[in-house]
């Protein structure tokens, strides 16, 4: 699960797909500079451009193409992409996020193992191995996994990931204590807010809050996983040892969380908020920087979250946040970060069948992987964004960094094409990060000083370092990338559904109930009723097969 961006978009409806088709026709027109225009849309929120944006602009010129990126808003993927399905038209590029399989079963896509050897750039982008696990059951390979490819060395600076996050405030108030387990997370934030119920302004803090809107909801569902000491398997653990599936949802651990959770609302420490704000109502709360403590993903929040804070002056007051190595009890080994990235072959971008320009559609993937346009996508303009020394080093001065924080500067001047493949990792020159978030420097000198002296009081230089790393933990990883991409078809899928909807139902109760005892037995008859059994099944049996098709490669 990781980078992804907050603002406003354009509504995915009828409208939109005749937009769609109004802008191409489902193939790629020319600007009257001779530049291909596509379409694309993106099942998550994203950022939109404006219209002449330079980096966009100067990208066109280089690779004779651009592309009018649309993001979701005011709808779930699923709604959005069956939207489209029903149209009949797409854009050009596509990734339906949750809803892949959507796509692939109305025949939407377009099968690219003909194409790949033709296009290196792409073609290098994964080993044959990994190509193989984005083949579906045709047999063929429809989508391209842009995220968490690295390229030579791993230079990982920012936990990407899942975590139970804090403020800096909260840490130095208590002498950065080592806070290892949940009891003493929360116990840390009782602490604070009863010493510090307000903000300097006297708005009030609000300890810890939980993100429960739509499929965002594994802020609240997930983290038994990793308080229980394993890696983010997503909808299941992995008992590395015998190779079987385990339904974290019924573990001790996960009813010892909820009862920690239970506790904290019922002292009045849980946010009575949590089980009703929208995803952006979250944000805007966040940004204010009144929360203490929450878990997300990183990129969930921070790259909007961590902009607001930086203009309003709150980061150097304390209100950023930095990831704690919580599990249950101590002495446990937590695994919330693993390095070498981690391949979602549940879902990637797509090239669907309205696009009749295929090819020019691969070859400006191809174009935005080479090392000159992936500088341009993430560093910017050369003496504009970022700055060269005399040992080829890549830095920003302190109005450079101002400036690439800032929502318009941003939406007028810089281009990511995030949704499109990249690579983390080191550029071709052996020297330079392929991101400034991972520049060994750069990193350091770009946060502000409060999350600076928090590393310096921890002895680390890294959000990575302040939870540690581990390596992936089998050919397996993530399990995931395969339950995002069931659907009602089987039995499994089935179940997979129903006990979600029920985990959203139920949750939430049992976080507020009067009797946790009585309400989690409830729940967990509840969820016994879907069959949870025949998803565990199907989620063996896809264990079992990436065993045995790795081990044709080793």
Same mark, same amino acid.
């Given at each position: 699960?990781?980078?992804?961006?907050?603002?406003?978009?354009?509504?995915?409806?009828?409208?939109?797909?005749?937009?769609?088709?109004?802008?191409?026709?489902?193939?790629?027109?020319?600007?009257?500079?001779?530049?291909?225009?596509?379409?694309?849309?993106?099942?998550?929120?994203?950022?939109?451009?404006?219209?002449?944006?330079?980096?966009?602009?100067?990208?066109?010129?280089?690779?004779?193409?651009?592309?009018?990126?649309?993001?979701?808003?005011?709808?779930?993927?699923?709604?959005?992409?069956?939207?489209?399905?029903?149209?009949?038209?797409?854009?050009?590029?596509?990734?339906?996020?949750?809803?892949?399989?959507?796509?692939?079963?109305?025949?939407?896509?377009?099968?690219?193992?003909?194409?790949?050897?033709?296009?290196?750039?792409?073609?290098?982008?994964?080993?044959?191995?990994?190509?193989?696990?984005?083949?579906?059951?045709?047999?063929?390979?429809?989508?391209?996994?842009?995220?968490?490819?690295?390229?030579?060395?791993?230079?990982?600076?920012?936990?990407?990931?899942?975590?139970?996050?804090?403020?800096?405030?909260?840490?130095?108030?208590?002498?950065?204590?080592?806070?290892?387990?949940?009891?003493?997370?929360?116990?840390?934030?009782?602490?604070?807010?009863?010493?510090?119920?307000?903000?300097?302004?006297?708005?009030?803090?609000?300890?810890?809050?939980?993100?429960?809107?739509?499929?965002?909801?594994?802020?609240?569902?997930?983290?038994?996983?990793?308080?229980?000491?394993?890696?983010?398997?997503?909808?299941?653990?992995?008992?590395?040892?015998?190779?079987?599936?385990?339904?974290?949802?019924?573990?001790?651990?996960?009813?010892?969380?909820?009862?920690?959770?239970? /506790? +904290?609302?019922?002292?009045? @420490?849980?946010?009575? &908020?949590?089980? *009703? $704000?929208?995803? =952006?109502?979250?944000?805007?709360?966040?940004?204010?920087?009144?929360?203490?403590?929450?878990?997300?993903?990183?990129?969930?929040?921070?790259?909007?979250?961590?902009?607001?804070?930086?203009?309003?002056?709150?980061?150097?007051?304390?209100?950023?946040?930095?990831?704690?190595?919580?599990?249950?009890?101590?002495?446990?080994?937590?695994?919330?970060?693993?390095?070498?990235?981690?391949?979602?072959?549940?879902?990637?971008?797509?090239?669907?069948?309205?696009?009749?320009?295929?090819?020019?559609?691969?070859?400006?993937?191809?174009?935005?992987?080479?090392?000159?346009?992936?500088?341009?996508?993430?560093?910017?303009?050369?003496?504009?964004?970022?700055?060269? /020394? +005399?040992?080829?080093?890549? @830095?920003?001065?302190? &109005?450079?960094? *101002? $400036?690439?924080? =800032?929502?318009?500067?941003?939406?007028?001047?810089?281009?990511?094409?995030?949704?499109?493949?990249?690579?983390?990792?080191?550029?071709?020159?052996?020297?330079?990060?392929?991101?400034?978030?991972?520049?060994?420097?750069?990193?350091?000198?770009?946060?502000?000083?409060?999350?600076?002296?928090?590393?310096?009081?921890?002895?680390?230089?890294?959000?990575?370092?302040?939870?540690?790393?581990?390596?992936?933990?089998?050919?397996?990883?993530?399990?995931?990338?395969?339950?995002?991409?069931?659907?009602?078809?089987?039995?499994?899928?089935?179940?997979?559904?129903?006990?979600?909807?029920?985990?959203?139902?139920?949750?939430?109760?049992?976080?507020?109930?009067? /009797?946790?005892?009585?309400?989690?037995?409830?729940?967990?008859?509840?969820?016994?009723?879907?069959?949870?059994?025949?998803?565990?099944?199907?989620?063996?049996?896809?264990?079992?097969?990436?065993?045995?098709?790795?081990?044709?490669?080793?």
């Amino acid at each position: 699960m990781k980078a992804r961006r907050v603002t406003g978009m354009l509504l995915v409806s009828a409208l939109a797909v005749s937009l769609f088709t109004g802008c191409s026709g489902g193939e790629s027109s020319k600007n009257e500079d001779g530049v291909k225009e596509f379409t694309a849309f993106f099942a998550v929120p994203g950022a939109e451009i404006n219209d002449d944006n330079d980096i966009q602009q100067i990208i066109a010129e280089k690779t004779g193409a651009k592309v009018d990126e649309t993001w979701l808003t005011g709808q779930t993927a699923s709604e959005a992409v069956g939207t489209l399905i029903a149209g009949g038209e797409y854009p050009d590029f596509i990734d339906g996020g949750d809803a892949m399989g959507q796509l692939y079963e109305a025949g939407a896509l377009v099968p690219l193992d003909d194409y790949l050897d033709d296009y290196p750039n792409i073609k290098a982008y994964y080993s044959d191995e990994e190509w193989n696990k984005l083949r579906q059951d045709d047999g063929h390979i429809y989508w391209i996994q842009q995220f968490q490819n690295i390229k030579g060395e791993e230079k990982a600076t920012t936990h990407n990931d899942e975590a139970f996050w804090i403020q800096t405030r909260v840490l130095e108030w208590a002498g950065y204590p080592e806070v290892n387990t949940l009891d003493e997370y929360f116990d840390l934030l009782e602490s604070y807010i009863e010493a510090n119920p307000t903000m300097e302004d006297g708005t009030d803090n609000i300890a810890y809050t939980i993100l429960c809107e739509d499929w965002r909801y594994y802020c609240l569902e997930n983290p038994p996983q990793f308080l229980a000491g394993y890696p983010n398997d997503g909808s299941v653990i992995v008992d590395p040892d015998e190779l079987k599936i385990i339904d974290y949802n019924t573990t001790d651990t996960a009813k010892r969380y909820f009862q920690k959770l239970n /506790d +904290e609302y019922q002292k009045g @420490y849980v946010d009575p &908020e949590s089980f *009703t $704000q929208t995803y =952006d109502e979250y944000i805007a709360k966040l940004s204010t920087g009144r929360v203490l403590g929450m878990v997300d993903q990183w990129w969930n929040f921070a790259y909007s979250v961590n902009d607001s804070l930086k203009q309003q002056g709150l980061d150097e007051k304390g209100c950023s946040y930095v990831p704690l190595p919580i599990t249950i009890d101590e002495g446990i080994k937590n695994q919330w970060h693993t390095s070498g990235g981690a391949l979602n072959v549940g879902s990637g971008l797509a090239i669907t069948t309205s696009c009749e320009d295929v090819e020019g559609a691969l070859q400006f993937i191809d174009d935005l992987l080479e090392q000159d346009i992936h500088n341009l996508r993430f560093w910017g303009e050369e003496g504009v964004d970022y700055e060269v /020394d +005399e040992n080829g080093m890549f @830095y920003r001065t302190e &109005e450079q960094r *101002t $400036q690439a924080a =800032d929502t318009a500067y941003k939406a007028s001047h810089l281009c990511s094409y995030s949704y499109f493949p990249s690579y983390k990792g080191t550029s071709d020159d052996g020297i330079n990060a392929n991101w400034p978030d991972e520049q060994p420097g750069e990193f350091f000198d770009s946060l502000n000083s409060a999350v600076q002296k928090c590393f310096k009081a921890y002895g680390v230089e890294t959000y990575v370092e302040m939870l540690g790393t581990n390596e992936a933990p089998g050919p397996w990883y993530p399990m995931y990338s395969f339950s995002n991409s069931m659907t009602t078809s089987t039995p499994g899928g089935v179940a997979w559904t129903k006990m979600g909807e029920i985990k959203h139902e139920y949750l939430p109760r049992v976080v507020m109930a009067d /009797d946790f005892e009585g309400e989690w037995n409830t729940y967990m008859d509840a969820y016994e009723g879907c069959d949870p059994k025949a998803f565990l099944d199907e989620m063996q049996a896809e264990l079992d097969r990436r065993m045995e098709e790795s081990a044709k490669f080793e």
